[in-house]
């Protein structure tokens, strides 16, 4: 019995600590396909402490191409963006952002074959 009402305490704890967290989290209105990346972004992302060499950051260019061609295209998009990112840390073209050097892979350079202009 006392050890069902230790794990009830802790468990109590725990979800009092995230409800908090969860109320002093930034979630600007986002689509449930978006809703991942913003968790990411606001809650795993700080606690990956690595950052993407590219420009913009992998979660932002997941977003855009989730808002701007929907949830399947845009999923193909994101992967092949994290997929090729390793290559293209020696052969692509960089910029300066915040002071440090990171890769230009804008969506739009990814994007042109979709776009029926």
Same mark, same amino acid.
């Given at each position: 019995?006392?050890?069902?009402?230790?794990?009830?305490?802790?468990?109590?704890?725990?979800?009092?600590?995230?409800?908090?967290? @969860?109320?002093?989290?930034?979630? %600007? !209105?986002?689509?449930?396909?978006?809703?991942?990346? =913003?968790?990411?972004? $606001?809650?795993? *992302?700080? @606690?990956?402490?690595?950052?993407? %060499? !590219?420009?913009?950051?992998?979660?932002?260019?997941? =977003?855009?191409?989730? $808002?701007?061609? *929907?949830?399947?295209?845009?999923?193909?998009?994101?992967?092949?963006?994290?997929?090729?990112?390793?290559?293209?840390?020696?052969?692509?073209?960089?910029?300066?952002?915040?002071?440090?050097?990171?890769?230009?892979?804008?969506?739009?350079?990814?994007?042109?074959?979709?776009?029926?202009?």
């Amino acid at each position: 019995m006392k050890l069902l009402m230790n794990a009830y305490i802790i468990l109590a704890l725990c979800s009092g600590i995230m409800a908090l967290t @969860w109320q002093s989290m930034r979630f %600007p !209105s986002s689509t449930p396909q978006t809703f991942p990346i =913003r968790f990411y972004q $606001q809650v795993l *992302g700080s @606690w990956d402490g690595r950052s993407c %060499p !590219s420009y913009p950051v992998c979660s932002v260019y997941a =977003r855009q191409a989730f $808002q701007t061609h *929907g949830a399947l295209v845009g999923s193909w998009l994101m992967l092949d963006r994290l997929i090729h990112e390793a290559d293209d840390v020696h052969r692509h073209h960089t910029i300066a952002f915040e002071g440090e050097t990171r890769l230009d892979d804008t969506l739009q350079r990814n994007d042109f074959w979709l776009n029926k202009e």
